[in-house]
């Protein structure tokens, strides 16, 4: 059964950390993609200021979800998100 992974990343428009972490995951994901073409995944980005069921994150934007688990924030650590992705194929 194919695994699905679902990618959020919760910005705030003008985040100079956020512009960094969107550039980030792009490159972590490219590398993912590469490595693991039958994989499916989504990447939503989510301004928190206009949804409010991110409100609980406002404090540590960006933030990167996968699957719905907080597994990062201010900061992506690229290594750490791609073993957490490929922990997951």
């Known amino acids: ?13 003008g985040c100079h950390l956020c512009e960094a972490a969107e550039a980030e ?3 972590v994901m490219s590398r993912f993609a590469a490595e693991n073409p039958e ?19 406002s404090d540590e934007i960006p933030v990167l979800l996968i699957n719905g688990k907080q597994v990062a924030f201010w900061r992506i650590d690229a290594e750490r998100v791609f073993g ?5 194929v």
């Open 25 to 27: 995951l792009s490159r």
């Open 39 to 57: 994989t499916e995944y989504t990447v939503d980005l989510v301004e928190i200021d206009s949804n409010p069921d991110f409100a609980k994150f």
């Open 84 to 88: 957490q992705l490929m922990e997951l």
């Open 1 to 13: 059964m194919p695994v699905q992974i679902e990618l959020t990343l919760i910005v705030r428009q």
